[in-house]
């Protein structure tokens, strides 16, 4: 059993950066990969980043590419999203959740049984 807290999020302007952060309670850490996903109002939620147990293997769907950064400091049990030249299009609300690494790629949104609250993003252009 995993629980996520997500915080940091909040209304930037368009240019501007934040850092969301994923807050986990799994007793090991490296045994479970933690993915971003968003859903803005009227869409799918989409997956948005993810990285693996130890942090050696990252994702991005291409329109974070280059923008967005995922990280994992597993002695905090944290993952952090720094967003950053954000658009108005990165608005939505921002989920984290984890899948035991034993389910095979991060990219695939199959498995992620472990969700946090979410937390809001309002990019103004």
């Known amino acids: 059993q995993v629980q996520l807290v997500e915080s940091g999020g909040g209304l930037v302007q368009a240019g501007g950066s934040l850092r969301l952060s994923c807050a986990a309670s799994?007793?090991?850490?490296?045994?479970?990969?933690v993915g971003w996903f968003r859903q803005a109002p009227g869409k799918e939620r989409v997956i948005v980043a993810a990285?693996?147990?130890?942090?050696?293997?990252?994702y991005y769907v291409d329109a974070v590419k280059g923008r967005f950064s995922i990280s994992r400091d597993n002695a905090k049990n944290t993952v952090y999203l720094q967003m950053n030249s954000m658009q108005a299009e990165d608005t939505a609300v921002y989920y984290c959740?984890?899948?035991?690494?034993?389910?095979?790629?991060?990219?695939?949104?199959?498995?992620?049984?472990?969700w946090g609250q979410g937390t809001q993003v309002t990019v103004s252009s």
């Open positions: 959740a984890a899948k035991w690494t034993y389910y095979g790629r991060i990219s695939s949104v199959d498995k992620y049984d472990y």
């Open positions: 799994g007793r090991t850490p490296s045994n479970y990969a």
């Open positions: 990285v693996s147990g130890n942090g050696g293997s990252t």
